[in-house]
């Protein structure tokens, strides 16, 4: 970086003695283009990305319109409804502008449960439906009972009918089952 005084020898070599600026550069010991950048920003030059008038200009609005109400529409299908109406550039140029005016999705929250070992066991009922065992119409139900951390295997049992007692006997032993239950 160069300082405030050599930035103003620069501009006073420059324009009071009217040396060429790679004169300047070899006097001070600086690249030539330190020199002209010295000298642009003096004259409020900013050198940055120059945004010039695109093809797609005419159908921003259009694309903005309709990806409010169908954000999940892709690119190319958009492009594809800009040739219909006119567009004669390609699908590259609509995709960067699509990634830039794309709504974002909504996120859903989710509460992570963080408990310690058979602190707390999760339980789930499902019903799939009916079977015919004989002349019998059988309720087929499953009962599942999850104990994080536990270190011997559950078994499991399949009973066609009701809610066996069995789980309900064993979770109300003390000191056999969970503290809380999240259902």
């Keep these: 970086m160069i300082s405030l005084l050599q930035r103003a020898e620069m501009r006073r070599l420059f324009y009071a003695e009217h040396w060429p600026i790679g004169t300047v550069a070899d006097a001070l010991g600086v690249h030539h283009e330190t020199v002209r950048r010295a000298l642009n ?9 120059q945004i010039r008038p695109s093809q797609l200009d005419p159908y921003k609005a259009f694309i903005t319109a309709t990806l409010e109400q169908y954000p999940r529409l892709r690119a190319t299908r958009l492009w594809a409804m800009l040739g219909d109406r006119g567009y004669p550039g390609s699908a590259v140029q609509v995709r960067r502008y699509v990634r830039t005016v794309r709504p974002t999705a909504r996120t859903e929250a989710y509460l992570r449960l963080e408990t310690l070992i058979a602190e707390q066991g999760q339980v789930d009922w499902g019903n799939f439906g009916a079977i ?21 295997p559950l078994r499991v049992r399949s009973d066609a009918g009701e809610l066996s007692p069995r789980p309900r006997r064993g979770l109300r032993r003390p000191g056999r089952g969970p503290e809380d239950l999240a259902l």
């Design 41 to 49: 920003r003096a004259r409020g030059i900013h050198p940055g990305p």
């Design 132 to 152: 015919q065992i004989g002349h019998a119409r059988r309720v087929l139900s499953c009962f599942v009972l999850v104990l994080p951390g536990r270190l011997r």
